[in-house]
């Protein structure tokens, strides 16, 4: 057992002992984990003999919290969150960081004795400074892990399974000279993987190398945590994660690299002004493919998490894939499982593409388009059969491979080329599958995973009426011609 999964299993069970029969759920348990580790934190450095940094205020600070108790710790403790999340225009750099963590922080411990409990025996009672990013990180990830279970389905809030993070920032290769954007991080995943394998090359990254946006302080404030927790970088550095609107502007920055799993979820309101987008549409998952290919200069890359509907559904749907075809090369098409991402049934793709700019002859800029089907035939189960990295090595060799060499005993079945006259025969439909699902022993699949892929199915269904409903035209008036 690792020192991080021996702690997590100690604050666990604090939580399971101690908060959970008082209405705390994990999210907030969660959250306020990371407010005490960013104190104790905070406190150790600056108490250090060599170089001591402090970044929260005196009188705000981690020996303000320990020397009070009873109503006086629940007092004290109210005042930190309020006081560090505060936004002030005359704080210096070094607190925007500290101030995006504490951003709206509320205290959901109404027990001041559970409270004095969590900070003496599980945040006080360890050095967490001298432990290696490797350990608090995955600390972290185990807490966001069991906190995701109270993120917001509705609002498209779901965890990226690691694999899959891990797989397609190993294809998209970020070195330390790019930009990285995530306009719709989470709890900042995509972002966290991405900085290792950049300072993996350099030891020290360019303050606005890795840059995330979402539209919620609450998971700016996880994303913002877990970078520094997985990196060790100081929390005196500028803040990587900013809480914003992506979809409310034309993006702010000029990135080389996006990585961005945006939310899934059926529709909102279309962005008003954004008369630079492609087209308009309540679809939001759209609207952030369309925003990221808009952002990209020549020579930029992006990978971008989407459901079916973007691939098939006609309309705006479909006048965003030409754009991309005549402006990108849209290259590479990754189909994922059913039933590995908790959203509801969603199914879920990765599409890859380079901005390049349209030709001067009027073709497409798309040559071929490339699908990889790791969804056809592929179960996974999270105790009897769980998705592993290992599973995607025939994809991420085949991609490394430029997309050409055969993978495994299956490789020629599961990879497929299209040129652009075969796709544009189909109406630029890219909801390709060629292979076919092969019997599956019953006692394999689960109870659960077989009604999640059930769901699966009905909601792609209830999708792709959804996608027909907005492209059919509004039934004409009587004004209009329509009536007797």
């Not at 009672?125 to 995701?148: F, K, M, N, Q």
């Not at 959804?466 to 059919?472: F, G, Q």
Request: proline share 7%; hydrophobic share 40%; aromatic share 8%.
């Amino acid at each position: 057992m690792t020192d991080a999964r021996q702690t997590f299993d100690s604050l666990w069970s604090f939580y399971g002992r101690r908060l959970s029969a008082e209405s705390v759920s994990g999210f907030e348990f969660v959250e306020q984990i990371t407010y005490l580790l960013f104190l104790k934190i905070d406190h150790e450095r600056a108490s250090r003999q060599v170089n001591p940094v402090r970044v929260v205020p005196r009188g705000l600070d981690w020996p303000s919290l320990t020397s009070k108790s009873g109503r006086d710790l629940e007092q004290q403790y109210a005042r930190i969150l309020s006081q560090c999340g505060i936004p002030d225009p005359a704080a210096p750099p070094s607190e925007l960081t500290m101030r995006t963590v504490f951003r709206k922080a509320v205290s959901s411990i109404r027990n001041p004795a559970a409270l004095a409990a969590l900070i003496q025996d599980e945040i006080g009672s360890r050095s967490w400074s001298g432990l290696i990013p490797a350990v608090t990180g995955e600390l972290y990830d185990l807490l966001l892990y069991e906190a995701s279970a109270q993120f917001n389905i509705e609002a498209g809030q779901t965890l990226t399974p690691p694999p899959f993070v891990s797989a397609v920032v190993d294809c998209i290769r970020p070195s330390a000279a790019d930009r990285v954007f995530d306009p719709a991080c989470g709890t900042g995943s995509l972002l966290v993987r991405t900085h290792a394998a950049m300072a993996s090359e350099q030891t020290r990254l360019a303050d606005d190398s890795i840059i995330g946006v979402d539209l919620d302080e609450r998971m700016c404030r996880l994303a913002t945590m877990s970078l520094l927790l997985h990196t060790g970088l100081p929390f005196s550095d500028p803040p990587s994660i900013w809480v914003a609107d992506s979809l409310a502007a034309p993006a702010s920055v000029e990135p080389t690299v996006v990585i961005c799993n945006p939310p899934f979820r059926s529709t909102a309101p279309a962005p008003r002004g954004r008369i630079d987008l492609i087209a308009s549409t309540r679809n939001i998952q759209l609207n952030f493919l369309q925003h990221i290919a808009k952002m990209l200069p020549t020579g930029a890359r992006a990978a971008v998490f989407v459901p079916d509907n973007v691939l098939f559904a006609s309309g705006s749907a479909k006048t965003v894939r030409s754009w991309l075809f005549y402006h990108c090369n849209l290259h590479t098409l990754l189909r994922l499982p059913t039933g590995v991402f908790e959203r509801g049934g969603v199914k879920t793709n990765v599409l890859f593409f380079d901005m390049v700019g349209p030709k001067n002859d009027g073709s497409p800029t798309t040559g071929r388009l490339d699908v990889y089907d790791f969804r056809t035939g592929k179960h996974f189960q999270a105790k009897h059969a769980p998705l592993t990295r290992r599973d995607l090595d025939p994809f991420v060799e085949w991609y490394e491979s430029d997309r050409k060499q055969p993978t495994d005993g299956q490789g020629e079945k599961r990879y497929r080329s299209f040129t652009y006259a075969e796709l544009a025969a189909r109406d630029l439909n890219i909801d390709i599958t060629w292979l076919r699902e092969e019997a599956v022993e019953e006692e394999f699949l689960s109870p659960r995973l077989i009604a999640r892929e059930i769901a699966d199915e009905l909601t792609s269904a209830a999708q792709e009426f959804t996608a027909l409903a907005e492209a059919l035209p509004d039934a004409p008036t009587q004004a209009e011609g329509g009536g007797a």
